[in-house]
């Protein structure tokens, strides 16, 4: 069993993961707490951050190590019902094989943990791994099933929880498969012509009580040019998902914003302005730093061929500027785009890719990529395309 990764001292950073927030009374006009559930709630966060925050001091034991360390796809780095999407770098989450639904995140208690001294259902339980949040889907209906992950049958509303990588990912995959009674469970990865790279299953059964905890199952994937992975229950077997770490050996994804000020994101490539772009910085909820936004090389940087506007004596130095574009807390990098060498540039909407290097801290480097959807106008142009 891996020990939780959450210490005591860093907080959750909250962040606003733009437009995809759900109130309460959008899920299907379900209750969702009562004093009970909001009793038990607070008294298993206090109890989990405990026992995490101890194993997490036990097992630093010394300073932070500066390896890159893994992208941590967690429903707990946001607010409870926060739309998961596009929240994480270069990482897009989805239902497969079940309804419509978004992927949300949602609170982890089950009605079907069995009870440890008379392996009898029901106890209401919170069964995340990490603090109290786990992957779900806004369908509406029971809140117990719309964080159910299953391959089928169809018809018991639920799916698997697809997550597909943009760039392919060289990569350790893991996430945490919560049994909530005798489920077997797995993730597979494969590339993008859907060949099955590796698959791993989870056995929970016949042992799905370990100290008034349901057993949980960390299940790991290691493999190349991973365009997709899929998780959840096999069929009749529905289980909670939580913990998606992904630990890149090659490019790293980075969250960018074209025009930041702009949401739309309407490009008159005719402009003869410069081109913002903002690097984000993104830290994982542990407190760890999965991409530093400030570490970036400007002059390594371009957005579909075009690099960065050049200034200086010699045009030794890239345009850009330093600062929290987000409101998050932490600094990101602006770098201002040549337009004029957007060349191809012709569609009405398009992904706009981003790529560059990072700097670490032995001066070696890592390369990163990301995109974003623009809205591409011509007004006013005067050369021909
Ligand atoms: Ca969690
Ligand atoms: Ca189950
Ligand atoms: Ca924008
Ligand atoms: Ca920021």
């Known amino acids: 069993m891996t020990p939780p990764e959450f210490g005591p001292t860093v907080s959750i950073s909250i962040k606003d993961a733009g437009e995809s927030r759900f109130a309460l009374g959008e899920l299907g006009g379900v209750p969702v707490s009562n004093e009970r559930t909001k009793a038990v709630r607070v008294a298993a966060a206090i109890s989990t951050w405990l026992v995490v925050g101890f194993l997490a001091v036990f097992a630093m034991g010394g300073p932070a190590s500066a390896q890159q360390p893994p992208l941590e796809v967690e429903p707990d780095a946001f607010p409870e019902f926060t739309v998961l999407t596009n929240a994480f770098p270069g990482v897009t989450l989805s239902n497969q094989g079940g309804p419509e639904a978004t992927v949300i995140s949602l609170d982890g208690f089950s009605q079907f943990v069995f009870d440890a001294t008379t392996i009898k259902p029901p106890v209401i339980d919170n069964i995340a791994t990490t603090p109290t949040l786990v992957f779900g889907r806004d369908q509406g209906g029971p809140l117990d099933n719309a964080k159910q992950w299953s391959e089928g049958p169809v018809g018991t509303g639920q ?195 981003l790529m560059g290097q990072r700097v670490n801290n032995d001066t070696t480097r890592t390369a990163f990529v990301g995109k974003d959807a623009v809205d591409i106008t011509q007004f006013m142009c005067l050369r021909s395309l």
């Open 159 to 353: 799916g698997l929880l697809r997550a597909d990588f943009y760039p392919p990912a060289d990569a350790v995959l893991t996430i945490d498969l919560l049994c909530d009674d005798d489920d077997i469970g797995f993730v597979k990865a494969f590339d993008e012509f859907n060949t099955l790279l590796e698959s791993q299953f989870g056995d929970c059964r016949g042992d799905n009580v370990t100290a008034g905890r349901p057993k949980f199952a960390c299940v790991t994937i290691a493999a190349t040019d991973i365009a997709y992975a899929l998780a959840g229950g096999i069929i009749g077997e529905g289980l909670f998902l939580d913990r998606l770490h992904v630990d890149y050996s090659d490019t790293l994804p980075v969250l960018i914003n074209i025009k930041p000020k702009d949401d739309q994101n309407r490009v008159n490539i005719c402009d003869k302005k410069t081109l913002p772009v903002a690097i984000l910085t993104f830290a994982n909820p542990s407190g760890s730093i999965f991409f530093d936004a400030t570490d970036v090389d400007p002059l390594s940087v371009s957005l579909e061929g075009a690099g960065v506007k050049r200034v200086g004596k010699d045009g030794e130095k890239a345009l850009h500027q330093i600062k929290d574009v987000n409101k998050d807390g932490l600094k990101d990098m602006v770098v201002q785009i040549v337009r004029e060498d957007l060349v191809g540039v012709v569609g009405d909407t398009e992904d706009m890719t």
